[in-house]
């Protein structure tokens, strides 16, 4: 995934930059940048690996050594960024957010197009950042660049440009799969993924931009380069898991969502006959415990929090480079409440459940300290296609996907002309999934929210959620 936060005023707002992307540090593991425009030493940048540090950490120096009174700032899982660029549309720098699945071909297209060169990092590959600024430089405005590159790209490109006339250019993506918060406090206007980073920081969140709106930004006002549409498939992750509770999009709240989505699990469960009589419900942190609340709510079942993560000094799992590292941090951060497991039925709730590694260990990690029974619920559908729109299950192939590969040895390759089938629990394909995976798991019991219940408690009709994950739908 990937965050962002760009200020612009006739003051320094490095300040404001800095902190406005450390809010955005839950977004992204690989790196780090901010680039600003002062108008006596121009545009400058700072960028560092953040993979065994936390933003604040690396960035520590960085009000020694830029200022301005333009700034954007980027945390991501992809290629260095912002980048500086001088073209025929003058200096600027760029970041942006997104999957670009046919980065080959535009890179053999422009070539051809231009007789031109990208330049090459270690290893061969180009920087995705510097492709999206070569093509937006083919047209004769930052506005009809964009457009020609979006019209270009199979997958997510939302851009931020820092202009050496003290403004941004934000550029929501086409489809309108990620957020982009335009906010506005006196004598400044700022740009941020996370609408609460902007607003910590005494910014009105004013605007949210439309999909594919591409907008320039000024110390005392907002102009609309090219309109967007209502016709947006926002990404539905970002609400079960990726956002920040304190956020909103859309004007809806992640936390709120995630109490509503665990008391639409719990009603379905009663419903259906099979709402374990648990003496705890917990969630997995940190991300299923807000779902889980909102099961016990809903359950009448005693909320608690049977084990605690201990992060003080163990980084995110995800933050390792492979998957046995993330794995083991996973496991050390784990520190159990015995009182709470040993003998109890516990049923636990999820953000997701995508390879099934970290549920695996979990419930071995509960049963090893004395848990009768653990049954488990995820927050989402169950996952049926790695996605390719942003990274969240992107580096999942679909065979490492624990469905797909559960269906295939439940049935072979024939299974996955049934997907639809094995989502859904009220079938002899669905309660074969779930009792198969229970089986791999260890598990008491098993179930997944629906994608109408998923819908439900976002409260956006689902023609404007991107459910790719679950019913391979664009």
Partial sequence: MGGFFGAVSEKNVLADVFFGTDYHSHL???????????????????????????????????????????????????????????????????????????????????????????GTMSGGDQNTAELVASY????????????????????????????????????RDKAGRLPVH??????????????????KLDYETVYELKAGEVVELFPDRMEILLPGTDEMHICSFLWSYYGYPTASYEGINVERMRYRNGEILAEHDRENGILPEADYVAGVPDSGTPHAIGYANE???????????????????FTSPTQVERNQIAKMKQIPVNELI??????????????????????????????G????????????????????????????????????????????????????????RGKRLRAKMCERLHLASLEFQTLEGLQEAIGIEQCKLCTYCWNGKE
């Fill in 373 to 428: 029974k653990v049954h488990m619920r995820s927050a989402c559908p169950p996952i049926m296609y790695g996605c390719k729109f942003l990274n969240f299950s992107r580096s999942t192939g679909d065979m490492e996907l624990i469905t797909r590969n559960t269906i295939l040895e439940l049935e072979g390759e024939k299974g996955f002309d049934y997907l639809e089938e094995y989502s859904d629990s009220h079938t002899e």
């Fill in 28 to 118: 992204g593991t690989k790196s780090a940048g901010i680039a600003a425009f002062d108008r006596e030493m121009g545009l400058q940048r700072d960028i560092h690996n953040i993979g065994n540090a936390p933003f604040r950490t690396k960035f520590s120096g960085v009000f020694d050594e830029i200022r301005g009174t333009a700034a954007i700032g980027t945390i991501n899982d992809t290629d260095p960024q912002p980048l500086l660029v001088r073209s025929a549309l003058g200096r600027y720098a760029i970041s942006f957010v997104g999957v670009i699945n046919n980065k080959e071909e535009l890179i053999e297209e422009y070539i051809r197009m231009t007789h031109g060169q990208l």
């Fill in 299 to 317: 359950s009448h079942l005693h909320f608690s929090r049977p084990f605690i993560k201990y992060t003080p000094t163990w980084p995110r799992s």
């Fill in 136 to 171: 937006i430089n083919l047209k004769d405005s930052f506005a009809e660049g964009i457009r020609f590159l979006q019209e270009r790209v199979k997958g997510t490109v939302l851009v931020l440009i820092l202009t050496e006339n003290n403004s941004i250019i934000a550029a």
């Fill in 342 to 371: 040993r003998d109890k039925e516990l049923l636990f709730v999820d953000d997701s459940i995508v390879r099934g590694t970290q549920i695996r260990e979990t419930v071995e990690f509960l049963y090893e300290s004395g848990a």
């Fill in 182 to 199: 335009i906010g506005k406090k006196e004598g400044a206007t700022s740009v941020s993924f996370e609408d609460f980073a902007q607003e």
